[in-house]
Nanobody
Framework: QVQLVESGGGWVQPGGSLRLSCTASEIDFDKFFMGWWRQAPGQQRDMVAQILSGTTTNYANSVKGRFTISRDNAKRTIFLQMNSLKPEDSAVYYC???????????WGQGIQVIVSS
């Protein structure tokens, strides 16, 4: 079992910034796709950002230009820098990793992000 520990969530006013982090135990970054997903109450869980081998990244259209995903291989940690936050960004954010070979998915516990005045 892969364990994912998330931190960095909280409350922020519209236009503010937050940075989420996710630290993985017993994981080889080369064997996994890694990313962030989010889910608001009553809605489906959607992909926000993914980072692949090297520096290749994918973003949801709704966050392009505002969010940046990155990783620190030595610390086995991925980050999500969120700038210019909007109320519609409010959700529970989940760190997600997926094995490239089997497709097995592992989720973090989820961390709350609230954007409001």
């Amino acid at each position: 079992q892969v364990q994912l520990v998330e931190s960095g969530g909280g409350w922020v006013q519209p236009g503010g910034s937050l940075r989420l982090s996710c630290t993985a135990s017993e994981i080889d970054f080369d064997k996994f796709f890694m990313g962030w997903w989010r889910q608001a109450p009553g809605q489906q869980r959607d992909m926000v950002a993914q980072i692949l081998s090297g520096t290749t990244t994918n973003y949801a259209n709704s966050v392009k230009g505002r969010f940046t995903i990155s990783r620190d291989n030595a610390k086995r940690t991925i980050f999500l820098q969120m700038n210019s936050l909007k109320p519609e960004d409010s959700a529970v954010y989940y760190c997600r990793v997926r094995r490239k070979d089997s497709g097995t998915i592992y989720w973090g516990q989820g961390i709350q992000v609230i954007v409001s005045s």
